[in-house]
């Protein structure tokens, strides 16, 4: 069954601190606090990127009220979120949550895989894009695309290297007799079946976005 998206007149102030981050206004879809929000209300960031819009055109007197009230007090706004997180059952299927089916979705992609707590799926699918981007011959420590990748993700190199060699595997187009000693054969197969036959220039559109919840 689809989970049942229920927003809150409450979930106003939590998603107005938000945009109030330096620099105040719109922020990039995959925005790291964004999704933090999201994973917190278990409400996708495309959603709650559309109420933010509705924030910077002040769409509706509901939200025209809020930003009288608190657009220009940041202290007032922080402790009313600070109540609002206090209350019972927040972000814990309880009170905020009630009748609601919290089948995860995008979730899932944030969120560590079984097999290497290191790895999240969003980062098997930024390396997957380099991994498209890159040759087998310069899929090594010394090429700076895998540096720069490292940085970004906060990963060592080695553990890209791994990831990049098992995507080989994945890859049809090249031929093999061994399995890879790797416990990541699972999760990699995984994202290549959702992502790896598919047009790498909608990958790589997707990949730039989700750069923006790594960037500090």
């Not at 999201?38 to 709650?48: F, G, K, N, R």
């Not at 895998?146 to 031929?175: A, H, N, T």
Request: proline residues 5%; neutral net charge.
């Amino acid at each position: 069954m689809a989970k049942k998206q229920l927003w809150q007149d409450d979930y106003w102030l939590l998603l107005l601190q938000v945009y109030l981050k330096k620099p105040v206004g719109m922020k990039s879809l995959y925005n790291r606090e964004l999704v933090d929000l999201s994973l917190e209300l278990h409400i996708a960031p495309q959603v709650l990127h559309e109420k933010m819009e509705q924030i910077a055109t002040l769409e509706t007197p509901r939200v025209e009220r809020i930003w009288k009230e608190y657009g220009q007090n940041p202290a007032k706004l922080s402790r009313a979120v600070k109540l609002l997180r206090q209350m019972a059952g927040f972000n814990s299927g309880g009170d905020f949550f009630e009748g609601v089916n919290l089948q995860e979705t995008f979730e899932r992609d944030f969120r560590p895989i079984a097999d290497d707590k290191r790895l999240t799926p969003v980062m098997l699918i930024l390396i997957l894009d380099e991994y498209f981007r890159l040759t087998p011959a310069t899929m090594v420590a010394e090429t700076p695309e895998v540096q720069q990748l490292s940085r970004l993700l906060q990963l060592p190199i080695g553990l890209i290297l791994e990831v990049l060699r098992v995507y080989q595997y994945c890859d049809p187009y090249f031929e093999h007799r061994e399995v890879p000693a790797t416990c990541l054969l699972r999760a990699c197969r995984e994202v290549w079946r959702r992502y790896g036959n598919n047009d790498v220039q909608q990958l790589a559109a997707y990949a730039e976005q989700l750069k923006e919840y790594f960037k500090r």
